[in-house]
């Protein structure tokens, strides 16, 4: 079985508004895959109709082999789900609450995995304390215990990094990345570089539909429109009129003054970069540096945010 | 796992503050009750002469009328015990760690009945004060007091389930009192609808549908068979509909 999660043409619909518009993709054993979206693109909504909370109102949901809806008692041990706001009790110790939630899921051995989770999420100096009083960060990291305490096997982070300090931020990113050895994860963010960061493979949504999914070379690749060179030259070197240049059609030309570099755009795909160098010598024009360069994400994010809103 | 989620129930309810204003203001208004009753009885019965003090009925007079009371109080104190049950957990978005375990919902809605119960028995336990202070002055007869408490905490089922519900409905606990006591007036309110008709049979559905005629049937000492299968019903369709309620979600 390659592939843990399948959603297959999944609509939600609400009175008067689609928020998620026929969604399909799916997720491989053993990565984590990035769910990608500005908010309101309809990440939870689809997150959380992955984990049981909410049908949809057409297509399936195929977990571990199994249609998600109707409610299927036996896969609730199998899906770990920290929503957008971690459910947390305010009147509870971490200890108390972590402890509720292994007995809800019938845990014999809750001491020892209480043991486990709180030394992997540097819960050690809170965890006799009351969850209201905690901070946001550590409230968070209980929400991230809640979800992975009994072990499922298919894990949901809805915007898990949302609203920390740079450096809880950098931690709860490590142990996510920990957790991928044995855990398959699906993980939310509008942070582009999070994901990169992260993920493997990704899948971006956007006004409730997906306008991309795969990983994320393919992306990059299937979003690369011709080829992006980034030129350097040589200080006070000024760039030729490039349209009378071979047979290639240059698209936009950027400058940035800073740096005497430019930015090249061109409808191929075709690698001229030793025609060009040689022409632009040939014109007496010292070249420091050409480099192909591949699209950020973030330009493909926006490409695809924008023009199609 | 009925015990697990009562435990849990039980002790948010016992580790706020709320609990124990709730069992001192009950204590308080139940025991100026009785005193005031014990004082009524007292002079009532000095007023009239010595051959007639038979027909004062200590039981009628006192007991039956507190236990009224009692029930009279409930109005007020079980909407505000029922109604943070499920408005809390709403407001948190704590009902979705239920959902993401293979609990039921049945399982949920009794764990917090029981709980909400639990702390109406220890309000009931302080006027176990009451029988020790009667006895203390010499009556003895204490074979109404076991009825008296079972009306009571029957009535106190019935109001729990209607609350449990209320609170189902509503993410603001304020909203979900207020449905409570207006539903608990309701309940009343049937069986003055009874008394008003003159129609024999209306007259009857009413007061079988009321809460108030098999409460003092009960209280009497009366336990009828139709009256426990009306508590028992009554409670049921209420567990049933917050079922259905918590079932919303899957809209």
Redesign the interface.
């Known amino acids: 079985m390659d592939n843990i999660l399948i959603v297959d043409s999944v609509t939600k619909e609400y009175p008067g508004r689609v928020a998620v518009d026929s969604v399909s993709f799916s997720v491989k054993k053993g990565s984590i895959h990035g769910f990608l979206g500005p908010n309101g693109a309809g990440k939870s909504t689809t997150m959380r109709m992955i984990?049981?909370?909410?049908?949809p109102t057409s297509g399936t949901i195929t977990l571990f082999g199994e249609i998600v809806f109707p409610e299927k008692?036996?896969l609730?041990?199998q899906?770990?789900?920290l929503?957008e706001?971690a459910?947390?009790?305010?009147?509870?110790t971490v200890e108390?609450y972590l402890t509720?939630?292994g007995?809800?899921?019938?845990m014999k051995n809750i001491p020892s995995r209480m043991d486990e989770v709180i030394s992997g999420l540097n819960l050690q100096d809170v965890r006799k304390r009351i969850i209201g009083n905690l901070s946001k960060g550590y409230k968070q990291r209980v929400g991230l215990a809640?979800a992975i305490f009994y072990n499922a096997p298919f894990l949901i982070l809805d915007e898990p990094t949302n609203g920390l300090d740079p450096q809880s931020v950098v931690e709860l990113r490590e142990f996510i990345k920990g957790l991928a050895k044995e855990k398959t994860i699906l993980f939310s963010s509008h942070i582009l570089s999070e994901v990169e960061q992260i993920c493997d493979h990704i899948t971006i949504i956007h006004q409730g539909k997906i306008r991309a999914s795969g990983n994320l070379g393919e992306i990059h690749r299937k979003f690369r429109q011709g080829l992006v060179l980034k030129l350097g030259l040589s200080p006070g070197e000024k760039l030729p009129d490039l349209s009378r240049f071979g047979h290639y059609e240059v698209g936009t030309t950027q400058h940035f003054t800073s740096e005497d570099q430019y930015h090249l755009s061109f409808e191929s795909e075709h690698d001229f970069r030793p025609e060009l160098v040689k022409y632009l010598v040939g014109q007496g024009i010292l070249v420091h540096t050409v480099m192909v360069e591949s699209p950020e994400l973030e330009d493909i994010f926006l490409h695809m945010t924008e023009t199609r809103a | 796992m009925i015990w697990t989620l009562f435990k849990k129930e039980a002790q948010s309810y016992f580790s706020s503050p709320l609990a124990y204003v709730l069992i001192g203001l009950f204590s308080l208004i139940s025991g100026i009750m009785f005193f005031n009753l014990l004082v009524t009885y007292s002079d009532g019965i000095q007023a009239i002469p010595q051959n007639m003090t038979e027909t004062v009925s200590f039981v009628d007079e006192v007991v039956l009328r507190l236990f009224a009371n009692i029930n009279f109080l409930f109005l007020v104190f079980i909407p505000l015990i029922t109604m943070r049950l499920f408005s809390e957990e709403k407001r948190q978005d704590t009902l979705e760690i239920f959902w993401l375990s293979p609990v039921r919902d049945w399982q949920i809605i009794l764990a917090k009945g029981l709980a909400a119960l639990s702390l109406i028995l220890a309000m009931l336990l302080m006027t176990g004060l009451f029988p020790l202070i009667i006895w203390g002055i010499g009556i003895q007869d204490f074979s109404v007091l076991f009825s008296a408490y079972l009306s009571v905490i029957l009535n106190a089922c019935a109001y729990i389930s209607l609350g449990l519900f209320c609170s189902s409905i509503s993410g603001n606990q304020i909203i979900a009192a207020l449905l409570s006591i207006l539903g608990i007036m309701f309940l009343w309110m049937i069986t003055w609808g009874g008394n008003l008709n003159s129609n024999f049979i209306v007259a009857e559905i009413f007061h079988y549908l009321g809460i108030s005629s098999h409460f003092e049937r009960i209280l009497r000492g009366v336990i009828g068979t139709q009256d426990l299968i009306y508590y028992l019903s009554f409670i049921s369709i209420f567990g049933i509909l917050t079922v259905k309620s918590l079932d919303r979600r899957n809209w």
């Open positions: 984990a049981g909370l909410l049908p008692r036996h609730k041990n899906i770990g789900l929503p706001n459910p947390l009790y305010p009147d509870m108390d509720f939630v007995k809800l899921h019938h809640q």
